[in-house]
């Protein structure tokens, strides 16, 4: 296949362009480098199989010969870049969501978009399954990614509705791994960064919050599950080990061996008091799931830390 990814730059979207590549299909990667980095994508280069373009997908996109599959990867998704790029953030996941769909339909290509558990909000149900329709604040500060999202999904349903296009929903929970940045905001990068410097490990609110965090390899042989299915609806794909964000950042300290202090900070506006995802739909239809527990995932992440540290 030859295959276009937006955000190919980014955490997620580097290490999709790598598996594509690894099994053989041709990648086309776009990204505007706002929040992704060619840092991610330079070892790619040097094949007759790999393409960079630098754009702003909320633009209108050509892009010459055949395209099989159109992968719309591209969003800041940190909340700490929601806070400080809010209107490219709505504007990527719904002009962007637009502008790839219109790109799918004129190449006649497979769909992806990758959507979020944002989608459930602050869930009133856990864990949150597919049919769940969530419980997201419109117009806090999240809201400008969570609506964008969830704005995304209803366009992509729009156009395989009408337009007949085949579509993946891919709802991704927390992921983490190499390639993450250093000063990215989330609660993983910022604990190993901090338990690296011997600095203050910065828990928000009292840590009993909870997350289910996914190692990227086992997302991204999920998210190739998905593309090569005929699936139309959305699946979660994600790691339902579900800990406190008090324990995540005791764990780091231990992998870390690390002098830090723990310490507590005031909670983000409209912060999800809990998370995790229902993969029944995902081990049924795609016979996938996680083969990584976070303590191997987190040991395999925090060299990329230490070294990125030391640069
Ligand atoms: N968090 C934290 N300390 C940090 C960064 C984040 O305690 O330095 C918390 C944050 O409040 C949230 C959880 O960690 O409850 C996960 O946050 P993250 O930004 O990683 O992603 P989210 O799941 O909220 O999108």
């Known amino acids: 296949m030859r295959v276009l990814i937006t955000g190919g730059a980014g955490f997620l ?3 999709l362009c790598e598996h594509l590549l690894g099994k053989g299909h041709t990648v086309v990667c ?15 280069f040097g094949g007759n199989r790999f393409f960079f373009v630098k754009q702003d997908v909320t633009q209108f996109i050509h892009y010459p010969g055949k395209i099989d599959a159109v992968m719309h990867f591209a969003s800041p998704a940190s909340p700490v870049d929601y806070l400080k790029i809010p209107i490219p953030t709505l504007k990527v996941g719904s002009l962007g969501t637009h502008k790839t ?7 006649k290509a497979i769909f992806m978009i990758a959507s979020t558990s944002e989608v459930y909000g602050d869930p009133l149900i856990n864990p949150q399954h ?6 997201v604040n419109p117009v806090g500060p999240r809201g400008v990614y969570d609506e964008a999202k969830r704005f995304a999904e ?3 349903m729009a156009y395989h509705r009408v337009h007949n296009i085949p579509v993946r929903i891919l709802r991704i929970f927390n992921t983490y791994g190499p390639r993450m940045r250093l000063h990215d ?3 993983v990068p910022n604990f190993i960064t901090q338990a690296l410097n011997n600095k203050p490990i910065t828990v928000y609110g009292d840590g009993s919050q909870t997350r289910s965090l996914c190692y990227v390899d086992d997302l991204i042989r999920g998210i190739y599950k998905l593309l090569l299915s005929n699936i139309n609806e959305p699946v979660n794909i994600g790691n339902p080990e579900e800990i406190t964000l008090l324990e995540l950042a005791q764990t780091v300290k231990a992998l870390t061996q690390s002098r830090s202090r723990i310490v ?4 983000p506006v409209d912060d999800p008091k809990v998370r995790c995802p229902d993969i029944t739909l995902a081990k049924k239809l ?3 799931q996680p083969q990584i527990g976070l303590k191997q995932g987190l040991s395999k992440t925090i060299p990329y830390f230490r070294k990125a540290l030391d640069k």
Not at 31 to 41: M, P
Not at 264 to 267: A, E, G, N
């Open 13 to 15: 979207g580097s290490h």
């Open 30 to 44: 776009m990204d505007n480098l706002v929040t992704g980095s060619l840092d991610n994508i330079r070892h790619l």
């Open 101 to 107: 769909l219109g790109l799918a339909k004129e190449k």
């Open 130 to 135: 597919e049919k769940y329709w969530g419980n």
């Open 154 to 156: 209803a366009m992509t």
């Open 185 to 187: 905001g989330r609660a």
């Open 264 to 267: 507590f900070k005031s909670l």
């Open 286 to 288: 795609l016979k996938w």
